[in-house]
T-cell receptor, first 113, second 111 residues
Framework: EAGVTQSPTHLIKTRGQQATLRCSPISGHTSVYWYQQALGLGLQFLLWYDEGEERNRGNFPPRFSGRQFPNYSSELNVNALELEDSALYLC????????????FGPGTRLTVT | EDQVTQSPEALRLQEGESSSLNCSYTVSGLRGLFWYRQDPGKGPEFLFTLYSAGEEKEKERLKATLTKKESFLHITAPKPEDSATYLCAVRAGGGADGLTFGKGTHLIIQP
């Protein structure tokens, strides 16, 4: 069974630009979660999508947004990039009805210069 | 506010030297405590879910336990390949569905 996939692996952007990160969940999983892992801060919950809808968001500004497509894949958009947005962005997926375990992808390393 | 504190921040053991990692949590209505393993530059790998005090789960050299205030990850006779950062996370009640993570314990097993 293929795991969660994310693209690109690395992304380098300049302050003020926009970044788009993509995630494909495990087949059959309908919920997708986004987390930010910045140095020294640990994983912080960003967004949760289920059945195409944003269900919940963490304590992040509105310039962090995203969407979920009909095939359950997801996209995270970060507008007006700031230096402190440099981090590993992790996507996780979960199967409805099973245990609550979230399965993570390998992440996208975003560097803002 | 939900909080997860892991200790120690780093732990260096000799191969075969058993030890325990601690995860203390403050959460309103615990709906699951999760342990993950993360290798450098990779995404977290799921290990265990615990739902109620007294519950225990085992996998190879790892055993996770849960009380009303904390969880322990016991590592028995570790091997160098057990070296990684171990993360603890909680899922709270109230409809918020993201996990709250601790900062992790960086474990090094020396041959």
């Amino acid at each position: 069974e293929a795991g969660v996939t994310q693209s690109p692996t690395h992304l380098i952007k300049t302050r003020g630009q926009q970044a788009t990160l993509r995630c494909s969940p495990i087949s059959g999983h309908t919920s997708v979660y986004w987390y930010q892992q910045a140095l020294g801060l640990g994983l912080q919950f960003l967004l949760w999508y289920d059945e195409g809808e944003e269900r919940n968001r963490g304590n992040f500004p509105p310039r962090f947004s995203g969407r979920q497509f009909p095939n359950y894949s997801s996209e995270l958009n970060v507008n007006a990039l700031e230096l402190e947005d440099s981090a590993l962005y992790l996507c996780a997926s979960r199967s409805e009805g099973a245990g609550y375990e979230q399965y993570f992808g390998p992440g996208t390393r975003l560097t803002v210069t | 506010e939900d909080q997860v504190t892991q200790s120690p921040e780093a732990l260096r053991l000799q191969e075969g030297e058993s030890s325990s990692l601690n995860c203390s949590y403050t959460v309103s209505g615990l709906r699951g405590l999760f342990w993950y393993r993360q290798d450098p530059g990779k995404g977290p790998e799921f290990l265990f879910t615990l739902y109620s005090a007294g519950e225990e789960k085992e996998k190879e050299r790892l055993k996770a336990t849960l009380t009303k205030k904390e969880s322990f990850l016991h590592i028995t006779a570790p091997k160098p390949e057990d070296s990684a950062t171990y993360l603890c996370a909680v899922r709270a009640g109230g409809g918020a569905d993201g996990l709250t993570f601790g900062k992790g314990t960086h474990l090094i097993i020396q041959p």
